[in-house]
């Protein structure tokens, strides 16, 4: 089995074509495309037509899946699917609202966050609803030497139960148990890649509650001022999504943001599989 590849910036994101992800794939196959995800940390990959099934059987390629905490959205028939839309069904959500519309990474609050999230499209708004990515590897990069020297070594707290309210004030409150299985984390505030070994900032969304050892409005200010650096255009990939789509991220090294859409025009229907990671840590090289 043969594909082509076409990167869609310098060194982050690429495209590969001729590839149907739903057939069966040869180990060297595989190999490639693996190694490629590694190299640009995007895999958009067009006009698929997997069945949740073959969504899920080639998540588990790359790791084993983790279920949302969130399960009131999974898919019922496969509920190691998670979907995210604005389409109700008798009165109700079929898939979370209005989702990562803020930067994040996902499942940041975790003791070990995900490896990676692997999204399909399978209804999308004629126009808007694309979502950005960042390059967080990029960004630490381009840090000068006196900014990587102060934040190198410092961690955060994490926390989904505080943020939860910032980030979704239309949604319903998490549950009792939702809550229960989700407590702050401690996680450090630049990571190192466990496989290219590469560092990376890590520190997306409101999940990122404060600076440990530090004031709490100078931890807050240190965070919204590295936020700001790594959102920057020139670390920035925008995915306008058509039908079909299948993308792929690495979640160790990006960070992204859904952007909004005319809900009383459009539907939005999106299926997400996220892979399980393991705890992230910091490696001065």
């Known amino acids: 089995m043969t594909f082509s590849a076409r990167p869609l910036s310098d060194q982050f994101g690429i495209e590969i074509l001729a590839l149907d992800l739903s057939k069966p794939m040869d180990e060297a196959t595989f190999r490639r495309f693996y190694d490629l995800w590694m190299t640009y940390a995007i895999i958009v990959v067009r006009d698929q037509t997997m069945s949740p099934d073959d969504h899920v059987a080639f998540t588990k390629r790359l790791g084993e899946i983790e279920a949302h905490n969130l399960d009131q959205w999974a898919l019922p028939e496969r509920p190691e699917v998670f979907v995210i839309s604005n389409v109700q069904r008798n009165g109700r959500h079929i898939g979370a609202p209005k989702a990562g519309r803020h930067w994040h990474t996902d499942t940041h609050y975790l003791e070990e966050p995900s490896k990676g999230s692997f999204m399909v499209a399978r209804e999308v708004p004629a126009a808007e609803g694309d979502t950005l990515f960042a390059d967080m590897g990029a960004a630490y ?108 991220w690495d979640n160790r090294r990006t960070m992204h943001c859904a952007t909004s859409f005319d809900e009383t025009r459009y539907r939005r229907v999106m299926h997400r599989t996220t892979i399980r990671g393991d705890k992230p840590f910091f490696q001065a090289t």
């Open 141 to 248: 990069g381009a840090l000068d030497e006196d900014m990587k020297g102060r934040i190198q070594n410092l961690e955060v707290l994490v926390s989904r139960v505080k943020a939860y309210p910032i980030s979704y004030p239309d949604r319903d409150p998490m549950t009792a148990e939702q809550i229960a299985k989700l407590p702050d984390v401690v996680q450090p505030l630049v990571r190192t890649h466990p496989e290219t070994r590469r560092p990376s900032l890590f520190m997306g969304g409101n999940v990122v509650w404060e600076v440990l050892g530090m004031p709490f409005d100078e931890g807050r200010a240190l965070i919204k001022q590295l936020r700001e650096f790594c959102t920057q255009e020139r670390f920035v990939y925008t995915h306008k999504w058509l039908k079909g789509d299948a993308v792929l």
